[in-house]
């Protein structure tokens, strides 16, 4: 079955710099990997996807890559704000028995320092 | 995105007894999934819920342990049998929004085995 990492297991910045989480699976007929946040207590949250057709995509001050060659994917938060501090899972979806099988990496808890 | 509402949102009980998990949809869905969050952890898929058929269990979870309802397009439960404190986690139902396949949580149920 499909195997998802994830790195780093905890990450702390300053206020304004950037984020970076990366991700690497090993199916790959996973063709769609969205990205969720988790606050302390409630649901996780879609916040950006990427189709496996598409290389980049940005959402204001997010961003997601995939290399689809090295099976690699990458969240990029820029100008980081309190408000972004939660926990962020990325995921590896794939076709399976006529709907997608999603299977979730081991998660970053980000911290923004003010 | 649909509004999933799940309930009970939290419970406390006694190892032995069982916990039957309510998941409404406000809309139809084919597809919807439960997962399971263990403390600090990611999320486990654990069955897939097609409306008319039985469940779908993945590897290390069995229907006699988490029976699963689905008897229409938008509800479905799922039951934890004589519970023990290892079950202690948050149980999340899920749905997909079936075309374009981004996946949308329930709030989730935080349970507690004593």
């Known amino acids: 079955g499909e195997n998802v990492e994830q790195h780093p297991s905890t990450l702390s910045v300053q206020e304004g710099d950037s984020a970076v989480i990366k991700c690497t699976y090993s199916?790959?007929?996973?063709?769609?990997f969205p990205w969720y946040k988790q606050e302390l207590g409630k649901r996780p949250q879609l916040i950006i996807d990427?189709?496996?057709?598409?290389g980049e995509k940005k959402d204001q001050r997010i961003a997601v890559t995939l290399n689809k060659t090295a099976k690699h994917f990458s969240l990029h938060i820029t100008e980081t704000q309190p408000e972004d501090s939660a926990v962020y899972f990325c995921a590896a979806s794939r076709n399976s028995g006529g709907y997608q099988k999603v299977t979730f990496g081991t998660g970053t808890k980000l911290q923004v320092i003010p | 995105s649909a509004v999933i509402s799940q309930k009970p949102s939290r419970d406390i009980c006694q190892r032995g007894t069982s916990l039957t998990i309510q998941c409404q949809v406000d809309?139809?869905?084919?597809?919807m999934f439960w997962y399971r969050q263990q403390p600090g952890q990611s999320l486990t898929l654990i069955a897939t819920?097609?409306?008319?058929?039985?469940?779908?269990?993945e590897s290390g979870f069995v229907i006699d342990k988490f029976p699963i309802s689905r008897p229409n397009l938008t509800f479905s439960t799922l039951t934890v049998s004589n519970m023990s404190p290892e079950d202690s986690s948050i149980y999340l139902c899920?749905?997909?929004?079936?075309?374009?396949?981004?996946?949308?949580f329930g709030s989730g149920t935080q349970l507690s085995v004593l």
């Open positions: 899920s749905v997909d929004s079936g075309v374009n396949e981004k996946l949308f």
């Open positions: 199916d790959s007929a996973s063709n769609y």
């Open positions: 809309s139809q869905v084919t597809m």
């Open positions: 819920a097609n409306q008319g058929s039985e469940a779908t269990y």
């Open positions: 990427i189709r496996s057709n598409v």
